[in-house]
């Protein structure tokens, strides 16, 4: 079973950078894609970035490319979301997710089987 914590939330000013961690704490050693989305309050939760099992295809939605970043370590069953330039738009809960069929990155919640519980990012002047 794939158990997701994602940490690295916090508040920060416009224009301000966090990195964002995600780590599998489960006991299962096979790689999969991985994605981070996020939901803001009264909004439905939105896809930001995914990136394949190898860490070598990534994909981004159009509001975060150029300032945003998915890697991942595939040896500390980790991924990350660098996050530069912040915005206020990009305050909400981001979760970490996983896919247990799919390998190349996928931009779709419904393709992810495995979900962390959400850290929240909030960026306010």
């Known amino acids: 079973q794939v158990q997701l914590v994602e940490s690295g939330g916090g508040l920060v000013q416009p224009g301000g950078s966090l990195r964002l961690s995600c780590a599998n704490s489960?006991?299962?050693?096979?790689?999969?894609?991985m994605g981070w989305f996020r939901q803001a309050p009264g909004k439905e939760r939105e896809f930001v970035a995914a990136?394949?099992?190898?860490?070598?295809?990534?994909t981004y939605a159009d509001s975060v490319e150029g300032r945003f970043t998915i890697s991942r370590d595939n040896a500390k069953k980790t991924v990350y979301l660098q996050m530069n330039n912040l915005k206020p738009e990009d305050t909400a809960v981001y979760y970490c997710?996983?896919?247990?069929?799919?390998?190349?990155?996928?931009?779709?919640?419904?393709?992810?089987?495995?979900w962390g519980q959400g850290t929240q990012v909030t960026v306010s002047s």
């Open positions: 997710a996983a896919s247990k069929w799919v390998s190349g990155p996928d931009s779709g919640s419904h393709n992810y089987d495995f």
């Open positions: 489960g006991r299962t050693l096979s790689s999969r894609a």
């Open positions: 990136i394949s099992w190898s860490g070598g295809s990534t």
